[in-house]
């Protein structure tokens, strides 16, 4: 059974912290890669960051120095810690399947968690 859970998103200020976390089930999930992905207004959902059940990460360029994505093995939950928010940081957010680097999605997706960041 997969299941995807997002949780974490908020209203933040710009230069704010939020910390999203993405509780799976699934061994799709749990011997593969995870991405954190996010989808804006109108626009098409791009993948954020990728890690490994090794934990080796891979982040777009637009958050690269700014978030870092872990996960918890033994707790089946991947989590994806944002600081110094923008605006263009505004999405829904999702977590799915993915390749190191590599948008590989499964035709599933959870709920998504909503970021706004705004003054």
């Known amino acids: 059974q997969v299941q995807l859970v997002e949780s974490g998103g908020g209203l933040v200020q710009p230069g704010g912290s939020l910390r999203l976390s993405c509780a799976f089930s699934g061994s799709i999930f749990s011997i593969n890669a995870v991405g954190w992905y996010r989808q804006a207004p109108g626009k098409q959902r791009e993948l954020v960051a990728t890690?490994?059940?090794?934990?080796?990460?891979i982040y777009a360029d637009s958050v690269k120095g700014r978030f870092t994505i872990s996960r918890d093995n033994a707790k089946n939950t991947v989590y994806l810690q944002m600081n110094s928010l923008k605006p263009e940081d505004t999405a829904v957010y999702y977590c799915?399947?993915?390749?190191?680097?590599?948008?590989?999605?499964?035709?599933?997706w959870g709920q998504g968690t909503q970021v706004t960041v705004s003054s």
């Open positions: 890690i490994t059940r090794g934990r080796s990460t």
């Open positions: 799915n399947h993915a390749a190191s680097g590599i948008s590989y999605p499964i035709n599933y």
